[in-house]
């Protein structure tokens, strides 16, 4: 048994129409694949004895013992990994359950698919699960499965918890989510960006983008916190600070016992140390604080109950009382016994798991024992109560009561008025006093320090009272009522014109005052800037674009890979473009038919909004079956108004997008809008070049269902060329010399004929293609590409391409001239795997009015291999004419300090000549 690959979903994908985070397996069962679950001995008992839980797993009979009564009647073993896979997770606290497996095109080779709540938790589940089903089918020691099988879900509960957003993030993300507020990673920490482009609002923690960092650093100051609040009437107590050891014993008789010590710039309770009754017992705690700071402050402690009163945008949230870790004793139990019994608390789990934590017993714990005079092994009497922690911390093992509705009237006043001296967004605001429903000015207590992003986990889920979702209080802040999170998205998809759609919409949107952000085969680019060159069209270019502060609409090129390795880069769009569906990329990652490919683009439809639109090709039943995956409207677009799609929705007063008559038309119902005539649109080439015209209706209509208006359609499509500048690579015409050079990116049959009709429409009598095989297509589809070549050219020039995926670059050549040789014509051939050298070739030789074609797989380096012979030849007619101007002159003589350059350049006007 294999893994052969494992890929993580992260957003909308074509496995589950709900289920964003999936793990997508790929395992070889090996031999396993004549061995069905019935076939292996004792394997059922095995099973259950060491996952007893499965029992509740329904499978596809909907009920508890579903999935056990499957490996009763014989199931195979990458379907009992998927269930392995989803219990063990549910075991570490991750309670997640889709989970389907389905066997590929090659014989004992399945994808195994189950959900995950944490990355690396999914993707280690999936290789724990692997080993566990070869311990049980092999026979190994049940008990050491056991054990084994432990080990790894601790280790999962570990990983959780050093990836896992924490409680406070966590809740404000959750209550993000719930108002469909979309939210970005930043880190692997806890800086997070809610909303999309303009509207964003970072958080880190509970620090927000509205908090000041003076304050933050104010309150990072225990002395300068209390002197500010102390000069403004709030009761403090009285406390000094130190930086040396010598001025400890000075500073307690001032101050008098008992003390609380702590560093100056602590936070979260780190190094603070409270009750300190003897000398002794303050040397160490100063030490302790001195970890942390090299400024101490060593303060008088208030007599009471430890509360944390939590102000967001000054207005108390909630109160709460902390009860720093300790046990009872029950006159029978042992320390450590009464920990164990504790801890056994089912509110209580592994880090922030569940309501409380843990207790743990670490130093801190040890010499709490100790200095109560006990030993772990002591006996405590009835009714004592030993803490166990110097700081109520819940993460400690603490416990919270909620106090929230017995706050006193002018304590909170007096909490609020703290946060706004402080000046902190979001403050909690430390109190010791006897409680909080008399005023801390009759009760005698006071504020001892005041924290910048405080946890909210005591609020959420306190071990006593009513827990408050503080974090609503913090999203209505960031977010007013109206207040929008989301930027427009528009995403494009389709096997053929993606890329020139993509940038025209892109224009349009442009043109009508909008700061895009566009991804395309090329690059990405926010407004007129190219931010970075390459192929982005997947899920981490999305969210490039997405993550940018300046762009308040996306337009995305959705590619067929990207959906396959990592689903969407967001959740949903606005508007999903399907252009067509033709045979490319095929039998790659289990893809092997037009319906398959179908399927993974019917991810950009089935992602939009339900106040959204797709739009859909009338012509191709592919993507027009598509409408039945849609929440939100349904727009369609056809070369043909007869289209009977078109004409039917017409009937129910839809809108479409057609070309009538010369014409790129809206239909209203039976309403005609005439938005600009395709002689107008230099796109189309003056009409001739058919696919230009499709996608032209695809973008109109896209930015039509937008709103935007038909004087700024009619200007983007008129002001759109077809130059290297705004589509390169898509019908860019260049004159070199005599010679007529065109350069495309079609790169499948599909893209060739429409390429090719469009050529026929052209005067060339002569021509000429360069072009080059793709590793990653099926030998049929590379042959129908060359036969392709040798029926519309009558010469061809082959080349080594780029993209080889591995493939030996002679196998491609050879798959290509099969392909010619099946053609209806007799071109001439010529292999040069340059392609460079090849390009200059085509053209050095081209007849007079020949036309060359270049079918670029690089569009960058086939554009600058044209322009560079291109400036050869001008060069060389400007040096026989005599008239170069003088700054081209001032150019050739700086070569001569570059005596490489200038060997080079004489060369290529030589070989001009």
């Known amino acids: 048994m294999e893994i052969l690959e494992v890929r993580t979903l992260r957003g909308p994908n074509y496995w589950s129409g709900y289920w964003k985070k999936l793990i997508i397996m790929r395992l070889d069962i090996g031999a396993y694949e004549k061995k069905p679950t019935n076939k292996i001995k004792g394997l059922y008992d095995r099973m259950l004895d060491v996952l007893p839980s499965l029992q509740s797993h329904g499978c596809s009979y909907g009920e508890p013992g579903g999935f056990l009564k499957r490996v009763e009647e014989g199931t195979w073993a990458g379907h009992a990994i998927e269930h392995f896979a989803l219990e063990m997770q549910t075991l570490a606290g991750m309670d997640t359950g889709y989970g389907r497996t389905r066997e590929t095109g090659e014989k004992g080779i399945y994808n195994v698919v189950y959900s995950y709540l944490e990355e690396e938790v999914g993707r280690f589940a999936g290789r724990v699960a692997v080993r566990l089903w070869l311990d049980l089918a092999e026979g190994k020691d049940l008990a050491e499965i056991k054990l084994g099988l432990a080990a790894d879900i601790q280790e999962m509960r570990e990983i959780r918890e050093n990836v896992r957003f924490g409680p406070s993030t966590g809740s404000l993300v959750e209550e993000a989510d719930h108002r469909d507020i979309p939210f970005i990673r930043l880190n692997d920490q806890s800086l997070v960006q809610l909303g999309y482009g303009v509207h964003q609002k970072r958080i880190q923690a509970t620090t927000t983008v509205n908090t000041n960092m003076i304050s933050v650093d104010i309150a990072g100051n225990k002395h300068a916190t209390k002197k500010l609040l102390g000069d403004m009437g709030v009761p403090v107590p009285k406390g000094y600070r130190i930086r040396e050891a010598e001025d400890l014993e000075s500073t307690l008789d001032s101050v008098g016992y008992p003390v609380v010590i702590k560093p100056l710039d602590g936070n ?115 009714g004592v109560i030993l803490h166990l922690k110097t700081t109520a911390n819940i993460s400690t093992g603490g416990t919270a009561i909620d106090r929230t509705d017995e706050v006193h009237p002018e304590n909170v006043f007096l909490f ?383 080349r080594t391409g780029n993209y080889l995926r591995g493939r030996d670059p002679e196998e491609l050549h050879k798959l290509l001239q099969e392909g010619i040789a099946k053609s209806k014509n007799t071109p001439t051939v010529r292999i040069i795997p340059d392609g460079r050298t090849a390009i200059h070739h085509a053209i050095k030789y081209g007849r007079k009015g020949e036309l060359v074609v270049t079918l670029a797989d690089l569009v960058p380096k086939d554009i600058s291999y044209v322009q560079e012979y291109r400036d050869m030849v001008n060069e060389k007619k400007k040096v026989e004419r005599g008239d170069r101007p003088r700054e081209r002159m001032g150019a050739t003589l700086s070569l001569a300090y570059q005596p490489g350059l200038a060997r080079q350049k004489q060369k290529m006007i030589a070989a001009v000549s």
């Open 416 to 798: 609020e008025r703290i946060a706004k001296i402080i000046g902190l967004d979001v403050a909690g605001v430390d109190v010791i006093a006897p409680n909080v429903s008399e005023p801390l000015s009759e009760n005698g207590g006071g504020i001892i320090e005041v924290n910048a992003a405080p946890g909210f986990r005591m609020h959420l889920a306190p071990s006593e009272g009513i827990g408050r979702n503080v974090a609503e209080h913090v999203i209505d802040m960031l977010f007013p009522p109206g207040t929008p999170a989301r930027i427009p998205i528009f995403a494009i998809t389709g096997t053929n014109g993606k890329t020139t759609t993509t940038r025209l919409i892109a224009h349009i949107l442009k043109n009508s005052g909008r700061t895009v952000g566009f991804t395309t085969t090329d690059g990405t680019y926010i407004g007129n800037q190219q931010i970075v060159a390459g192929d982005n069209t997947g899920p981490v270019s999305a969210q490039l674009v997405l993550k940018d502060p300046t762009v308040d609409v996306a337009v995305l090129e959705t590619a067929r890979g990207g959906i396959i390795r990592s689903g969407l880069g967001f959740d949903h769009c606005d508007i999903g473009v399907v252009m067509n569906i033709a045979a490319d990329h095929l039998g790659l990652k289990d893809v092997n038919t037009l319906e398959d490919l179908a399927r993974v683009k019917s991810v950009v439809p089935r992602a939009v909004s339900k106040k959204g639109y797709a739009v859909l090709n009338a012509e191709d039943p592919l993507v027009y079956k598509m409408k039945e995956l849609v929440d939100g409207q349904v727009v369609c677009f056809s070369m043909d108004e007869n289209n009977p799609v078109i004409k039917r929705r017409a009937e129910r007063g839809r809108v479409s997008c057609v070309y009538e008559n010369g014409y790129v038309t809206i239909l209203k119902g039976k309403w005609k809008v005439r938005i600009e005539k395709v002689t107008n649109i230099p796109l189309t080439y003056g009409g001739r070049a058919e696919f230009m015209i499709q996608n032209v209706l695809a973008a109109t209509l896209a930015c039509f269902v937008h709103g935007v208006s038909l004087e700024d359609l009619r200007n983007g499509l008129s002001t759109f060329n077809a130059g290297t500048a705004q589509t390169p690579g898509r019908l860019n015409f260049v004159e070199v010399g005599d010679v007529t050079v065109l350069m495309d990116y079609a790169h499948n049959p599909a893209g060739l004929s429409g390429l090719a009709d469009f050529i026929s429409k052209l005067p060339h009598k002569y021509r000429t293609v360069v072009l080059n095989g793709t590793g990653d297509r099926r030998d049929d589809d590379i042959r129908e590409f060359g036969k392709i070549a040798g029926d519309n050219f009558d010469r061809i020039v082959i």
């Open 268 to 382: 979260h309770g780190k190094g603070a140390t409270v009750g300190i009754k003897t000398l002794d017992d303050a040397k160490i705690a100063f030490e302790k604080a001195q970890e942390y700071s090299r400024w101490v402050i060593v303060e008088k402690q208030l007599i009471g109950e430890d509360f944390r009163a939590l102000v967001v945008n000054n207005r108390l949230i909630a109160v709460a009382e902390r009860v720093p870790a300790h046990v009872v004793g029950d006159g029978k139990s042992s320390i450590q016994k009464l920990i164990d019994k504790t801890n056994e608390d089912p509110r209580r789990g592994y880090g922030h798991e569940n309501v409380l934590t843990e207790i743990d017993i670490e130093n801190q714990t040890q010499r709490c024992i100790k200095k109560a005079g006990y030993t772990l092994e002591t006996v405590l009497k009835k």
